[in-house]
């Protein structure tokens, strides 16, 4: 067999992620102190912003770490001040959820701020607290948190279950467990503004999230579309692709097309 020289390796801000880096994530004002950052092309994620009455903000789903530089622009040009993050969120521990997380730990340590609380639901919470590599990087995506330039450490983590509240100040988020897009999958409702939060469960157009990774099933993410369905809310704000106004009528699409489509 003819032998083939291997190609020279291409520094990782040359190839597939490097144009995230001097990007800016571009934010929109659902509400006057909510907002909704698209996400960046390239295995990103939709990253949502809430700011309390004191001035404290929650980010939930900080994106692929490769755009965190980009979020934190995005955030500067909506005059939210990231020293003022109190917590992060995170739906489900995917690599374009979840990996934004580490970065933004580092900017609080070097600037000897008191980083924010990590807040994830049972198995993911498990997941960033033990730093289980295996099951951010789902399936057989080929990647590695080095393509990411981020560090992946073990950390404390806050962990919530179905039913519970996030009292975030004068805002509060119900916690709902999702499964079947991933396992410790959660949605969270604002019932004032009547926003959801979908992770990867549902999108808009009628779209849902993939069940082929580990952890992934169909029926789980059935019962899970179908509750979001029933649910009271307006705004959908989903981990991927466009949000919507028109809520309630994209989470009824989706369970619509879903059971065709299994
Ligand atoms: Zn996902």
Redesign the pocket.
Known sequence: MAKFKKAKKLPVDNMFFGWQMGSSKHGTRVFPDIYAFDELPNLD?NTFVFKNVEGNVAIVDPGNGMSFDALLDGLKKCDVAFNNVKWIIV??V????VLGIYPALDYFTSRNIQPPEIIALGESARVIEEADVEKIF?GELGLSPKQFGVNIKPMKVRSVKEGDQLNLGDLNLQVMECPG??EG?MCLLDPQHKILIS??VIFSGGAF??VD?PGGSVKKLLQSIDRLAKLDFDVLLP?HMNFSRAGRREAQTALAIAKQFF
Do not use: I, K, L, M
């Open positions: 994620c739906t489900h995917h690599v374009d959820h789902p897009h991933a999958s992770g990867d999230g993939r990774f981990g």
